[in-house]
């Protein structure tokens, strides 16, 4: 890394990395750090928040924290410097142009330069931010360029439901313990923000200007709430909309007797190699699908738009689609076909675990060949799954319900699901993705086939 030709060298800036696939920019969700404060190499600095998950990114310098380039819930580009570092503070303060600055007279405070960096196709503007309120006369209004240093009390939960209904919770009236902002009170605010104003009164006398352009309006509807559409919400919304209208989904379902399966479900879950860990018919449909991309190696591939290729993978990287309060993401097992069945399911279990907490790793969203979803798990019997962009496959897993089957000539209750496979047709043909479909039926509805097919 190098840097700026307006910086000097003990002046360390660090950049926002590119922390996810495709992504462009990051919120920041919370500075651990202040100005002054020393810092150590590869000690956390910030939260982002990117389209797919929240990272924390640890600096990469020893030092003491010269500026920082935005505030709290700034968009950043990547790119765009995050941090100042002085790596040599015991040399003398440094002023905003990289000269050493003359010490603060007594009892002054120094106000700190934060820049919001320079990044492709932005404007670059440039805030101050004042170490001492004190700086500010009582009398005198704040001026804008002031920002905020205190950061308002609240708890995880009530900070994203803040963020969820665009709340800014500085501008919010706590009513908690020392000051802190409540659940009640944000939503208080959020309604005060959706009721109808008061109708102003009549003026005494037109004042004479110009006669203002017309300004969009959004007319408040009683009983409506309106949530700003970012973050994984928004990516999510942008991939389907180009998976759907860019490769030509096909879907197939399959309805499968797995009585069998949920008996060997019920058996694991006793199993000692598997104390600890969630069993679920999701897990060895996982198995099945991995089982049948070994006979039909066909089916993880991807089609290359640009170079007009079929790329064909060596690894099934299967991503699992999990529901969380941030929307859908898809966590990714790489290399699963590697794995045993207690290691797969550990897999599961903690990706599903730290996406649902927020915590999914950038590298661990990444990547993925084909994806397995459950929504059986809403009691929904099948769908029409649509693709992830950059895949060809994705296995839908409905609800297993007790049904009347024909089972060795007689119509008998036994355990049913429905299978529901949409692929990439122009990567996977008819035949290839029907053979596909069946061999997953054929595993979970004769489970031995796990062995006898390895």
């Given amino acids: 890394m190098t840097t700026s030709t307006l910086t000097p060298p003990r002046l360390r800036e660090f950049p926002l990395p590119d922390v996810g696939e495709g992504l462009t920019e990051a919120e920041i969700l919370h ?80 106000a700190v330069l934060v820049g919001y960096g320079v990044a492709p196709s932005r404007t670059v503007r440039r805030t101050r931010r004042t170490t001492a309120v004190t700086a500010v006369p009582a009398a005198a209004p704040v001026p804008a360029s002031v920002v905020r240093a205190e ?18 919770l500085r501008e919010v009236t706590p009513t908690g313990p020392d000051g802190t902002v409540t659940r009640a009170d944000v939503q208080a605010a959020a ?70 399966t949920m008996r060997l479900v019920a058996e694991l879950r006793r199993d000692p190699a598997f104390e600890g860990l969630r069993v679920s018919p999701l897990l060895v449909t996982a198995k099945a699908l991995l089982t049948a991309v070994r006979r039909n ?21 299967l991503g699992v689609a999990a529901a969380t309060p941030r929307g859908l993401l898809v966590p990714v097992v790489k290399a699963a076909q590697r794995r045993t069945l207690p290691e797969l ?59 009347p089957w024909v089972h060795k000539g007689r119509v008998v209750a036994r355990q049913v699901t429905t299978l529901a496979l949409s692929f990439d047709h122009r990567v996977v043909d008819g035949e290839l993705g029907s053979r596909f479909l069946a061999d997953i039926g054929a595993v979970l509805e004769r489970p031995k086939r796990l062995l006898t097919w390895s």
């Avoid at 730290?354 to 929904?380: C, K, Y």
Wanted: with cysteine.
């Fill in 31 to 110: 500075w651990h750090v202040a100005v002054g404060d020393r810092v150590r190499d590869g000690q956390v600095v910030c939260e982002v928040e990117t389209a797919k998950a929240a990272v924390e990114l640890p600096v990469p310098y020893d030092g003491v924290v010269h500026s920082l380039g935005y505030p709290e819930g700034a968009a950043v580009a990547v790119g765009a410097v995050l941090i100042t570092v002085d790596t040599a503070p015991e040399a003398g303060e440094v002023g905003e142009v990289g000269e050493a600055a003359a010490p603060p007279e007594s009892g002054e405070r120094k």
């Fill in 151 to 168: 950061r308002p009390t609240a708890k995880p939960p009530v900070r994203r439901l803040a963020k969820d209904l665009g709340i800014d």
């Fill in 191 to 260: 309604a005060a923000r959706t009721a109808p104003a008061p109708a102003p009164e009549p003026a005494a006398e037109p004042v004479p200007g110009p006669v203002p352009g017309p300004v969009p309006t959004v007319v408040a509807v009683p009983g409506e709430t309106r949530t700003p559409v970012k973050g994984v919400r928004k990516a999510t919304a942008e991939a389907m909309v180009r998976s759907a209208f860019t490769a030509p989904h096909v879907t197939e379902f399959l309805t499968v007797d797995v009585t069998r």
């Fill in 297 to 317: 190696p066909g089916i993880n591939a991807a089609w290359d738009e640009a170079n007009r290729e079929i790329v064909q993978y060596e690894n099934v990287n």
């Fill in 345 to 403: 399911a550990r897999s599961i279990n903690e990706l599903a675990d730290t996406a649902r907490a927020g915590r999914t790793a950038p590298e661990d969203l990444r990547g993925g060949t084909v994806t397995i979803t459950n929504i059986g798990v809403f009691g929904v019997d099948a769908g029409t799954p649509i693709l992830n962009p950059g895949e060809s496959a994705i296995l839908a897993l409905g609800a297993v319900r007790e049904r």
